[in-house]
């Protein structure tokens, strides 16, 4: 995995490298988040100091950087969380004891990744939410475009990816796709169109719009009937 590493310390940066280097990872550091920008596309992950953590984060994750951020340091873990809210980050690295880094750091990245359920329909939004937390994600929920653009507009709340439904008043799905599909600010959101359409419309209108895939509520709540009655 690529790893972006944001400190200007030159001691940090070589514990990072002696820890995760040995198991694969390549690391990429610097003090200026502008200067990290150029290798966010394939890049898994961002480490950032306390200090720098929100600004960093903030002009990544605009730059395109999809990966898990973290905010790393030897402070208190209860600090560590406290900047991570702050600065919007997916989670924390301790970065002592140096022995149990690798170890602490695949767990971190392999954090929950957030979901963000857009359907009109509240109980089949429930139902969606229910099953996807169930599976180990976080989940959001709005029932218009309108409350899923202030979702999405924040950072802290930006989802990794949107469960779509197709038919929404005022704005449909197929819009709203179209506006997350061509804002460059939205461009590591993956979008799913979860809709009750036949397989072959949702398919067509799903590759019109550039769309990252379907599913179709049919599949979903036919099997929830079946198995709660």
């Not at 200026?32 to 961002?46: H, M």
């Not at 139902?127 to 899923?148: K, P």
Request: proline letters at 3%; one cysteine or more.
């Amino acid at each position: 995995m690529k790893i972006l590493v944001c400190t200007d310390s030159a001691v940090v940066t070589e514990l990072l490298r002696l820890a995760l280097e040995p198991s694969g990872h390549r690391l990429e550091g610097h003090a200026d988040p502008a200067a990290l920008a150029a290798g966010v596309r394939d890049a898994g992950a961002l480490l950032a100091e306390p200090d720098r953590a929100r600004q960093v984060i903030a002009v990544l994750r605009d730059r395109g950087f999809a990966g898990r951020a973290l905010v790393m340091g030897d402070q208190p873990v209860e600090l560590l969380q406290a900047a991570a809210a702050e600065a919007g980050a997916d989670g924390v690295l301790a970065l002592g004891p140096a022995d149990d880094l690798p170890r602490r750091f695949a767990l971190a990245v392999g954090g929950r990744r957030r979901v963000l359920v857009v359907d009109d329909s509240e109980i089949t939004a429930r139902l969606l939410a229910e099953e996807l937390r169930s599976a180990g994600f976080d989940v959001l929920t709005a029932s218009d475009a309108e409350s899923a653009t202030s979702l999405i507009l924040k950072r802290a709340t930006r989802p990794d990816l949107v469960l779509l439904d197709i038919h929404m008043p005022k704005v449909s799905g197929a819009q709203f796709c179209r506006f997350i599909k061509k804002n460059d600010m939205f461009r590591s959101i993956k979008v799913i169109f979860c809709s009750g359409d036949s397989r072959e419309k949702v398919a067509q209108l799903a590759e019109e719009c550039g769309a990252d895939g379907y599913v179709l509520k049919d599949q979903f709540l036919g099997k929830w009937i079946v198995e709660n009655t």
